[in-house]
């Protein structure tokens, strides 16, 4: 599954494998996505709701993650994919987010709402959980390889050393490294 996280996902795509609406429901305060398929192989198109379900995954530079998943099949091989991936790639048509992560911007990956998603670089996703937490994933940029960002957590505990603000913090790695795609 860690694969999909990151590879090319369009409106096109989600088109081609059967999607064919996402909505919001108030009712049930979630995304409610429909694809049709044929039974049996048959003329007999069907329209189903897909259900959304729960992951939980080794995250690679945090603590275990848990988020909303959508999974189905197609032409007999599973597709399973983050909700807010699949959310993104639809309302944003024609927008590239091959190598990028979909951000939620307030951190609950269970807020799916379109005003609350934004594709932004794996970098850059881990500059921002620093600086929302810095005590949380200390280790984040410490198991990561590149030199660069772990020049990034020297430069926020640095900040947070001389007694910076958050807002001044965040103010210094946005300018120095934060470009949002």
């Not at 996902?9 to 108030?26: F, R, V």
């Not at 998943?69 to 983050?82: A, D, E, H, M, R």
């Not at 799916?112 to 937490?133: C, G, H, P």
């Amino acid at each position: 599954m860690s694969r999909a996280m990151y590879n090319e996902l369009t409106k096109e795509m989600l088109e081609q494998w059967g999607i064919d609406s996402i909505t919001w429901d108030p009712e049930t305060d979630n995304w409610k996505i429909n694809r049709y398929w044929y039974k049996n192989n048959s003329k007999d198109k069907r329209d189903i709701t897909l259900a959304i379900s729960n992951a939980v995954c080794k995250h690679r530079f945090t603590q275990d993650k848990s988020y909303p998943i959508v999974s189905f099949s197609y032409k007999g091989k599973p597709i399973c994919l983050p909700l807010a991936r699949i959310i993104y790639a639809w309302f944003h048509p024609g927008k590239s987010i091959e190598g990028l992560v979909i951000d939620h911007k307030d951190n609950n990956p269970y807020n799916n709402k379109l005003n609350n998603l934004r594709a932004i670089s794996q970098e850059a996703n881990l500059v921002k959980r620093y600086i929302d937490n810095p005590n949380s994933y200390l280790n984040q940029y410490m198991t990561f390889k590149d030199h660069e960002l772990n020049e990034k957590h020297k430069i926020c505990r640095e900040c947070f050393a001389e007694g910076k603000t958050y807002t001044e913090a965040q103010k210094i790695l946005v300018e120095l490294y934060f470009t949002e795609e």
